[in-house]
């Protein structure tokens, strides 16, 4: 007779809420009306308080604000009532209609009021509503333990209950909750649970979710196959019944084929996510779907395309206020790096900073900082990004060192808890244990050996669950153990990493106070050449008097010392323009390696600059120096060889210094760096007749014609270091057709390279 009269109730007010439903969905609903006359209608408290109870849930999932109205109706109805069935009701709809407006201690009270009325008259159905609620917000609370032990006992409540709708929204509960702790097995068990019962009518209009999420719960486990299954069935549904839910279907569908690398295919079903939000005007899939159109155009090369993707995934972000808007802008600033336009980047990052900040969401805010940081940087505002770059390394540790803290904490929690039923079960046990022992005798004192036998079996029973559990609680123990230890090991990983991010911070100031150093170094240096140049000059006039032989030697001297000091000033900068960049590009251990090579190579240029002529051995090891730079600089792109004549005394061999350097430098720069494969290059030294020199120097570069198209595409200032040396060996030489340039050809006919031949007359040294 009970289950019969709760049947005529539910098909009454299902019924009737059909009924109401439809005429609401007319704009001129008068909800103040329909209030009064439900209140003012001659049926029992009962029909009011389940038919207010119908549209006070129906307002709240409309997000209308007339559900409160309707809720102080109904306990105003139940002021002075005792009836537990409707006192059930009322506080479960307090508690869907306040949600997450009052304290969480509110909220549980409300939960546990429904629950203890439903008790009170075992009342299964508020009963398994109650526990399923209060297991939800315990899950939204984090305390995982607590809410699968209640919402695992709804869920044997529902096998009594066989309500399908009640078992399928207990299913799904338990299957969010696994899913959150990242128990992808367990969370696809309870989810193809819910997918086998059989009368699907209370909840048919959910099945494309529940579909959804059986196969992305299948892609976690790695099941690819019954993954496609479940897609393909869950855009059949969608479309044959639930099209509002398209655009949820195709981006997830994209997400999971983008994941599996499979870009193509996921850029088609974006686009019919696309498609499907412009045909429903339902833009609840554009912050996703669009962020990775813009990702996978952006892979492709298809700059402008991407920039509108993104562009699009902002201003609909925005116009939604989109929790995670703070992500897209950080994407976006980015993205605005790759084009050159860091100005604007840095906006965006700025934006994105603010906007995680209003929206708590602390996880993006370390990425926000570092796309901040970056901007600065390609802003050649270095001490602003390395100090942004700090607080993101300091954020992070910070961020680590809490989730670490908060996972501590819930093991230790659970722990706790299982330790406390552990004991209580344990004390019942021993108890029942006692109380079988004792019936164990009597049966044995009235000679039922089957009783007794039966009851040493249930002993055995209790004794092997109390064994069970125990091992439970310490593998608990263990595993907590283990935790501690993760997060002492971690804690010290974290100085030890402050220590390191101090030392790399000095490592920094150093390298910036080098630097610096060695710009004032290299001006000061410039400025001492001119002024003994200039002194030089002022000297050579004064000496007009002098035999004509004589002053045309001063002369020759004073040419090539103007062509000298030109040339170290060209080296110098070019040199220095590499530091710099290794810098900016924050490759310390680059930066350094280079730094001490042109320590080197400075002090050699510095005391060549003594003298207008060097000994070979001088010259080759300063040019073994540049080479070695200029490998560096360009990621060991090239290999490098010289070979000397045996018959040439090196140290006895005079020339003139860095005369070699500007050929070698145009091999590398004109010819190997626009080549695409590995490129090589050879000095010979040979002992001519008459204290001569052949000086040839060969690289397999791309050729002359070729370098000359690259540079004029891509040249932007004149080189002077070839011209200058051409003057210096004719000064030297006293214009002999001294320089022979070779463009080298394969068997096909194609360009191998260039050669140089250098013809030297050498002195005494």
């Given at each position: 007779m ?6 005529i ?8 809420f059909v ?6 969905l ?17 049926v ?8 207010i ?6 307002l ?10 309707f ?9 002075k ?22 304290s ?14 439903a ?6 159905q ?9 297991g939800?917000?315990l899950e939204r609370?984090?305390n995982y333990?607590?809410a ?12 009594k ?17 696994y899913?959150r ?5 367990t969370?696809?068990k309870y ?9 699907k009518?209370?909840?048919s ?7 959804l ?14 993954a496609?299954e479940?897609?393909?069935l ?7 019944n ?9 981006s997830?569908?994209g ?7 499979r ?6 079903y ?10 429903q005007?339902?833009f609840s ?11 996978l155009?952006t892979?492709e ?13 902002i ?6 206020k ?12 980015t ?18 900073i ?16 570092q796309a901040k940081?970056?901007?600065l940087?390609?802003?050649k505002?270095?001490?602003?990004g ?15 060192r ?20 552990t004991?209580?079960?344990?004390l ?16 044995l ?10 009851k ?5 029973l209790?004794?092997q ?9 310490a ?10 230890l ?23 100031s150093?390298?910036i106070f080098s630097?610096?150093?060695?710009l ?10 001119f ?22 030697n001063?002369?020759?001297?004073m ?6 000091s ?12 590499s530091i710099?960049?290794y ?7 680059t ?11 400075m ?8 003298s207008?002529?060097v ?17 560096l ?10 070979s000397i ?32 494969e ?16 052949l000086v040839?120097i ?12 690259f ?5 932007d200032?004149?080189?002077f ?10 000064a030297?030489?006293?214009n ?6 070779t ?23």
């Amino acid at each position: 007779m009970p289950m019969l009269r709760y049947t005529i109730k539910s098909i009454f007010i299902l019924s009737f809420f059909v009924l109401w439903q439809n005429c609401c969905l007319a704009q001129s609903v008068n909800w103040n009306d329909t209030l009064q006359s439900i209140l003012t209608a001659k049926v029992s408290d009962s029909i009011k308080v389940s038919q207010i109870e119908a549209k006070t849930i129906y307002l709240v999932t409309n997000a209308r604000p007339e559900a409160k109205d309707f809720l102080k109706a109904m306990e105003q109805l139940l002021a002075k009532s005792k009836n537990a069935y409707l006192l059930s009701k009322l506080y479960y709809t307090k508690a869907i209609v306040w949600n997450f407006t009052i304290s969480k201690d509110e909220i549980f009270n409300y939960i546990d009021s429904c629950i203890y009325f439903a008790e009170k008259v075992d009342y299964k159905q508020f009963k398994v509503r109650g526990a399923r609620m209060k297991g939800q917000y315990l899950e939204r609370f984090e305390n995982y333990a607590e809410a699968e032990k209640i919402l695992l006992r709804a869920y044997e409540e529902c096998k009594k209950l066989e309500v399908p709708f009640e078992t399928y929204r207990t299913l799904l509960a338990l299957a969010n909750l696994y899913e959150r702790q990242l128990d992808n097995n367990t969370s696809l068990k309870y989810a193809l649970l819910a997918a086998e019962i059989t009368d699907k009518s209370s909840f048919s209009s959910t099945l494309g979710t529940l579909y959804l999420r059986i196969a992305r719960g299948f892609a976690r486990v790695g099941d690819m196959q019954k993954a496609e299954e479940y897609n393909d069935l869950t855009i059949k549904y969608s479309i044959a019944n639930h099209q509002a839910m398209l655009p949820e279907v195709y981006s997830y569908i994209g997400n999971y084929h983008q994941t599996a690398s499979r870009n193509e295919i996921a850029k088609t079903y974006y686009l019919k996510c696309d498609s499907v939000m412009k045909a429903q005007n339902n833009f609840s899939e554009a912050g996703s779907a669009y962020s990775n159109l813009a990702t996978l155009y952006t892979l492709e090369n298809k700059l402008d395309t991407a920039q509108m993707y993104f562009e699009k995934c902002i201003s609909a972000s925005e116009e939604r206020k989109f929790r995670f808007l703070g992500r897209i802008y950080t994407n976006y600033s980015t993205f605005l790096l790759k084009l050159n336009k860091d100005s604007m980047a840095l906006v965006y990052a700025e934006k994105a900073i603010a906007t995680t900040k209003v929206n708590e969401d602390i996880e993006s805010l370390p990425d926000a900082m570092q796309a901040k940081a970056e901007a600065l940087i390609q802003l050649k505002e270095y001490m602003p990004g390395i100090g942004s770059l700090q607080e993101t390394i300091l954020l992070k540790d910070s961020l680590n060192r809490v989730a670490q803290q908060t996972s501590l904490a819930e093991l230790l929690t659970k722990y706790e808890s299982g330790k406390k039923e552990t004991e209580i079960l344990k004390l019942n046990s021993d108890k029942k244990i006692q109380q079988l022992q004792l019936e164990k005798q009597q049966a044995l004192l009235a000679g039922n050996l089957l009783a007794a036998r039966q009851k040493q079996q249930e002993i055995d029973l209790l004794n092997q669950n109390q064994q069970i559990q125990e091992l439970k609680l310490a593998k608990q123990k263990e595993a907590l153990s283990l935790k501690e230890l993760e997060a002492e090991t971690n804690s010290r990983k974290l100085q030890i990493s402050q220590q390191e991010k101090q030392l790399k911070e000095a490592e920094l100031s150093q390298q910036i106070f080098s630097k610096n150093l060695i710009l004032w170094g290299a001006l000061i240096a410039i400025a001492f050449i001119f002024l003994l140049f200039n002194q030089y000059r002022i000297n050579t006039h004064r000496k007009n008097d002098k035999e004509k032989y004589l002053l045309q030697n001063q002369l020759s001297e004073m040419r090539l010392e103007a062509l000298r000091s030109q040339m170290n000033p060209h080296f110098i900068f070019n040199a220095l323009n590499s530091i710099n960049r290794y810098i900016i590009r924050n490759s310390k251990e680059t930066a350094s390696e280079y730094l001490i090579k042109f320590s080197k190579l400075m002090r050699m240029i510095l005391e060549n600059s003594k003298s207008t002529s060097v000994t070979l051995e001088n010259e080759l090891q300063a040019l073994q120096l540049y080479v070695e730079l200029e490998a560096l600089r360009f990621d060991n792109k090239f290999d490098f060889n010289i070979s000397i004549d045996p018959a040439i005394n090196k140290s006895s061999v005079v020339i003139p210094p860095l005369i070699f350097q500007p050929f070698v430098e145009n091999a590398i720069w004109h010819g190997l760096m626009n080549k695409q494969e590995r490129g090589a290059i050879s000095i010979k030294v040979n002992q001519k007749q008459n204290n001569k020199l052949l000086v040839v120097i060969e690289d397999n570069g791309v050729g002359r014609q070729k370098a000359t198209e690259f540079n004029s595409r891509t040249h932007d200032g004149k080189s002077f270091g070839m011209q200058i040396t051409k003057d210096r060996l004719n000064a030297f030489n006293k214009n002999e057709d001294n320089l022979k340039i070779t463009d080298l050809f394969d068997s096909q006919n194609n360009s191998a390279g260039t050669r140089v031949e250098i013809e030297l007359t050498t002195l005494a040294a």
